[in-house]
């Protein structure tokens, strides 16, 4: 976002060893510490970080095993997740497809299950490894110990910090992308005549939809989704629909559904609206672009506005997606 202050210190980790060292120097000086990748969905807070930031820069792409069905793929966790994709893209590999063109590393991919036009992380997540911060070891973790769910692990939760990741293992599919697709996505392919549908066609599909719905964070600073989308129970879905009847409702389980944070911020009239400094994108609401707000205080009150309107007229919290540092 284009805000927040310095680090007292920055070290660059290019193998494990190396991060495993920058952990224990930094406990032998007694500063805290956060890793972070590409920084995209992160967001600084003014007085900045009185500790040590190490920048994960770990490469390396393997494949594991392939057979008939399946080609297993490990990447570390330095590794651009959209090189990943095109990687995987390139043997005509299917799984990850969809999620092309998300900013940020590998690593960053389990730590909010990463998600998008209806495939997440946690569908072809097979294992992965990390450092143990604590304890000073190197562990392995299976899809179960990570706790995924909608846009959530427990990285974000009980085990925030606790952890860096080293790599990630996904289990990639030989067999064709299967519809049906997401509406938006669908009707690009239609608009294309395309019916054949290969990983690269949606790649390249939603390559175009993101670029005209989404800015480019490396010209336009903005975290993508500022919001998650919001979920919902049963009977709070009954009372939304008696007062908005085209509201979008996409069920989850026999509980709860998912309501487009973007589609509640629009239905408060905020969308391209600038607020301290603070713009709504006009192409997608769900997204805040920095335009002209010097502080993270500016961000602050924009986004308690924006969560506040929400909530007066459809009695419904907004969560912010990117973390805090
Ligand atoms: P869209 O296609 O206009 O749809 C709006 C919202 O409705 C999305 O957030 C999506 O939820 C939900 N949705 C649409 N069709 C659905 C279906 N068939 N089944 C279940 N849910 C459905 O969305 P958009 O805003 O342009 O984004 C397109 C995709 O890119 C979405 O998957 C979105 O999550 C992803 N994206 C991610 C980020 C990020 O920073 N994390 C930023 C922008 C877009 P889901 O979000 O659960 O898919």
Wanted: hydrophobic letters at 40%; proline letters at 4%.
């Amino acid at each position: 976002m284009k805000l927040g202050g310095n680090a007292a210190y920055v070290i660059e980790a290019t193998t494990e060893q190396e991060l495993q060292q920058a952990y224990i120097n930094a406990q032998t000086l007694q500063q805290q510490t956060y890793i972070i990748g590409g920084g995209s969905n992160l967001i600084a807070h003014d007085e900045g970080f009185n500790g040590v930031i190490i920048l994960n820069k770990i490469k390396g792409i393997e494949i594991i095993s392939d057979d008939n069905e399946f080609t297993i793929i490990k990447a570390k966790s330095g590794e651009s997740w959209d090189d990943l994709v095109a990687f995987s893209v390139s043997k005509n590999l299917t799984g990850i497809e969809a999620m092309s063109r998300i900013p940020g590393t590998v690593g960053a991919a389990p730590v909010q299950n990463i998600g998008a036009y209806g495939q997440e992380l946690a569908d072809t997540f097979e294992t992965l490894e990390a450092y143990d911060i604590e304890n000073n070891r190197f562990v392995s973790l299976k899809r179960d110990d990570c706790d995924f769910s909608y846009r959530h692990s427990i990285f974000r939760g009980n085990a925030a910090n606790k952890f860096a990741i080293t790599s990630v293992t996904l289990k990639l599919y030989k067999k064709p992308p299967q519809p049906p697709f997401y509406d938006s996505l669908q009707k690009h392919l239609d608009k294309l005549g395309i019916n054949e549908y290969t990983p690269l066609a949606i790649r390249d599909a939603v390559t175009v939809i993101r670029s005209n719905k989404l800015p480019d964070p490396k010209v336009v600073p903005n975290s993508g989704s500022f919001f998650k989308n919001a979920i919902v129970e049963q009977w709070q879905i009954e009372s939304l629909k008696s007062t908005h009847q085209d509201i979008p409702i996409f069920p989850m389980d026999e509980k709860h559904s998912k309501v487009p944070a973007g589609w509640l911020i629009e239905q408060c009239d905020l969308k391209g609206i600038s607020l301290h400094g603070i713009k709504v994108h006009e192409g997608n609401a769900v997204v805040l672009i920095n335009e002209s707000a010097t502080s993270y205080n500016d961000l602050s009150a924009a986004r308690d506005e924006i969560i506040g309107a929400v909530r007066d007229k459809f009695q419904i919290n907004l969560q912010q997606e990117p973390l805090e540092i």
